[in-house]
């Protein structure tokens, strides 16, 4: 049963993401804001979306730490693993125990095991016929999510998915194949200025994201732009 503490995250989660979809809205912060408020909604260990570019290139686009983003990565590498299917077929893909996977996945499985992660779910990222990725969850436990809890992080991805497309998007492929590759775009620079700020202030990866992050909402500018003037060299955080 989910809780009225649980009921008042939720609808937080929602009115978050909702307040992100406004005109000029920062699609990497909202991604960002997804997995995070996932992440602490179903008490994952972490939590990572994989982006298609429109023309059938997966990415990862956002995480919330990195390891997730690392196992993430491999499945695209290899080309197979339950993110890559959920994308694949559309369909949420459950992995109550990771070990348990056999040789379905080996890559992913022996990736995942490193990582210390011991289950995980993905469900796609969707609207109607289009499916543009999948959000992915991961616990340091075994166990799966419950038929609630599945469709609560599923109905984030919608909102998130049509926060990406919007409708006139959904009407002009080529919009939306813009609006998928500035993301793309957007997280290699945001890359290169985490290891700037990292490097410089002795961080780690996440706390340099996070001073970017609160920079570029105090000032009103998009995160891509802060990164791209760290990376430049015209920012110093």
Partial sequence: MVTKSREGQLV???????????????????????????????DASAAGIILSDGDGELEVVASTNERSRLVEILQLRSGSGPCVESFITGLAVAIPDIERTGEKWPKFRRGALDQGFASMHAVPLRLRATTIGSLNLFWDRTGGLSASDTNTVQALADVATIGILQERAIRESDIVRQQLQHALSSRVLIEQAKGVVAYTHGVHMGDAFDRIREYARNNGLPLAEVANRIVSRALTL
Avoid: P
Wanted: with cysteine; aromatic share 6%.
């Fill in 12 to 42: 937080e989660a929602f009115v978050t993401l909702a307040d992100t979809l406004v005109a000029g809205y920062d699609i990497v912060d909202l991604l960002h804001t997804l997995v995070e408020k996932c992440a602490a909604l179903l």
